[in-house]
């Protein structure tokens, strides 16, 4: 276990080194906050992927239930929201209650109180009670236990990681809200990292391993309540953390090989005349804005860009030509393009491995 631990957090130092180094972190945080809130979703049944995310946001999300992308695109909102709150509220229930206020509010879980703990019994699995799986603390108890899990967060005693492991497990088991627990219980280990000072950003997508060993991941937090198997729980949960934190890494670096390549086709784009200057410093702007959102529309492109709608479209023609700016809708309006080598290298190692 201790090695396990000295791995998990040797990578985690290396994502937070490579994160305070970059020129834009907000930019590959972007993504990197998306393809999380697309992977815990995923885990719970979603079928939205990041490029519906992306076409979503762009008010385009052609064939997917429109429930399903308001749902990611919420985990991004209580995401940040706690991050943001973490800068003047300590870690604690009252950020948990705002995150799920967020995460639910306007989804298929509205009706199940948001940011609000249950006053009723819940169940994981089967139809009743009497059939499920599991069954949480019933709802005089869930008050207590929360009060001693927030207490928990705060201890000094446990190493920083295993601690958080720890969390996350024990609130997945008391299951405080009618909706949304799993999600809220992911999020928990990016907020926590950021909270006791792991990370600076949320660089983590610790979602990506839960969702490779899905039924791995459901049993042995299920063993932890049946046989108090916390140490196997444990193991698997800083494998994820040093695998994902290590494959985060070399994404950053293939992503800003990627842009460092492209951004040089672009300079190359244009020459000569004084108004191909004026064209390639305008392929520039819309390529950094591009590179920033990975899918964006003309209107948008131009507003950000403080230029017309019509330059744009010939900046996004360029782009096109060179390979970088794909239109993904074939619309003669409301036109989507995508920096589509950017979302492959993020898509790439989204991969089941139940």
Not at 16 to 41: H, N, Q, T
Not at 224 to 243: H, M, N, P
């Amino acid at each position: 276990m201790q090695r396990k631990l000295e791995r998990a957090s040797v990578a985690l130092g290396r994502l937070d080194g490579i994160g305070r180094l970059l020129p834009g972190p907000d930019e590959l945080l972007y993504s990197y906050v998306r393809k999380e809130a697309v992977l815990s979703s995923q885990i719970e049944g979603t079928q939205s992927s990041l490029a519906d995310l992306l076409l979503h946001e762009n008010s385009v999300a052609p064939g997917v239930p429109n429930e399903d992308v308001q749902e990611v695109s919420n985990y991004i909102g209580a995401l940040n929201r706690g991050v943001a709150m973490l800068a003047t509220v300590p870690l604690s229930l009252r950020v948990i209650r705002e995150v799920h206020k967020v995460l639910v509010s306007g989804t298929r879980g509205e009706k199940q109180t948001p940011g609000e703990f249950r006053r009723s019994q819940n169940w994981i699995g089967g139809s009743m009670p009497g059939n499920a799986a599991f069954v949480p603390p019933p709802a005089q108890g869930v008050m207590g236990a929360l009060g001693a899990l927030e207490k928990f967060m705060h201890v000094k005693q446990v190493p920083t990681l295993l601690k958080i492991g720890l969390v996350h497990a024990q609130f997945e088991t008391i299951h405080p809200f009618l909706d949304g627990n799993g999600r809220v219980g992911r999020m928990l280990i990016p907020l926590m990292l950021v909270a006791l000072g792991v990370l600076e950003r949320p660089w983590l997508y610790v979602s990506l391993h839960f969702k490779r060993h899905r039924t791995t991941y459901y049993k042995l937090l299920q063993r932890v309540r049946t046989e108090g198997a916390w140490e196997d729980w444990l193991s698997f949960y800083l494998e994820g953390v040093a695998t994902v934190a290590d494959e985060a890494v070399e994404k950053v670096r293939e992503l800003m090989a990627l842009f460092e390549r492209d951004r040089r086709k672009v300079d190359g784009s244009r020459s000569g005349s004084i108004y191909q200057q004026v064209a390639l410093h305008t392929n520039v702007a819309v390529y950094e804005y591009l590179k920033a959102r990975i899918a964006i529309r003309v209107p948008e492109a131009a507003a950000a860009c403080g230029t017309t709608k019509p330059t744009v479209a010939r900046a996004l023609e360029d782009l096109e030509r060179l390979g970088i700016a794909h239109e993904v809708t074939g619309r003669p309006r409301n036109r989507v393009y995508v920096y589509k080598e950017y979302l492959e290298v993020l898509n790439r190692d989204a991969v089941d491995r139940r």
